[in-house]
């Protein structure tokens, strides 16, 4: 059954803001750490969510996973520890050799993520997930994240052909490359098991003008509900697929408590969609 929530940073997260949340309709959390895992904070919110329902459908922590021995060892502890949130996928970037190419990376890729998929075994994690956010990243070079279009699935799972393993996808990314993300949906549904509910929208006129590689930005995110993809369509290709997770809603480059206001309209928006 597919599910409503959003996407917040785990040092945002508070009994009154749980409380709005719960009173808005929102049924599903994703917590997410930002290039370091801070392992109190992560028990605390355990402890805090023992006296409410939300299901916590993901659990993240965002850096270059391939070069960082901190964000290896936060992957780890939270395989290890994800019982605490129930049955969570543990997800991030999938890393990078930094200034090299996807295939430069695959062995480095590999390697880490073979570990990690043997320790979900031993701990019962419900899987791992590849954000498939570019952040700048192309196919030559880059910082952060090698997961970054079909070309670099086919190749990752192709060397790691597990059910553990899967996509963390949303259309904010496709509509960037000029992906159809519901083509690219139906595509890749049978690997994508979580789904950020971060849209993109367009300034036609603008793009034409400056295109993809101006100081401005044609093309910026959107929630749901304010963005050019229709909801309703992605929501009706993961039910005809029996999707059974979680659209959470996610902003970009902001915090929940700044963009608290759309983020409760966009998820009356979705909720009104299911």
């Known amino acids: 059954m597919l599910s409503i929530g959003v996407v917040i940073c785990a040092n945002e997260i508070s009994v009154p803001v749980l409380d709005l949340l719960k009173k808005e309709g929102c049924s599903t959390l994703s ?26 459908t993901a659990i993240s922590i965002f850096g270059n996973t391939i070069e960082s021995d901190e964000i290896k060892l936060a992957w780890k502890k939270l395989i290890k520890n994800n019982k605490i949130f129930g049955t969570p996928f543990i997800t991030g970037f999938a890393g990078r050799v930094e200034n090299h190419s996807v295939e430069d990376s695959i062995i480095p890729w590999k390697e880490t993520f073979s570990d990690f998929i043997d320790l979900s075994y031993k701990y019962d994690c419900k899987g791992l997930l590849l954000e498939n956010c570019r952040m700048g990243d192309t196919w030559k070079r880059g910082k952060w994240n090698i997961a970054i279009n079909p070309s670099a699935w086919n190749m990752m799972f192709n060397e790691i052909n597990d059910d553990k393993l899967g996509l963390e996808w949303e259309p904010y990314h496709q509509i960037l490359a000029f992906v159809d993300p519901l083509d690219q949906l139906e595509n890749w549904i049978s690997k994508i098991k979580h789904v950020h509910g971060k849209d993109a929208k367009t300034n036609w006129n603008k793009l034409r003008k400056i295109g993809l590689y101006d100081k401005e930005k044609a093309i910026c995110d959107a929630l749901p509900s304010f963005g050019d993809t229709n909801w309703q369509d992605i929501i009706n290709i993961l039910n005809k697929h029996k999707f059974n997770g979680s659209i959470d809603i996610e ?24």
């Open 31 to 56: 917590i997410s750490f930002w290039k370091r895992l801070d392992e109190k904070k992560l028990f605390e919110i355990a402890k805090m969510l023992e006296s409410y329902d939300f299901e916590v």
């Open 251 to 274: 902003t970009q480059n902001t915090t929940f408590i700044s963009k608290k206001d759309q983020i409760l309209e966009s998820l009356h928006y979705l909720n009104n969609l299911i």
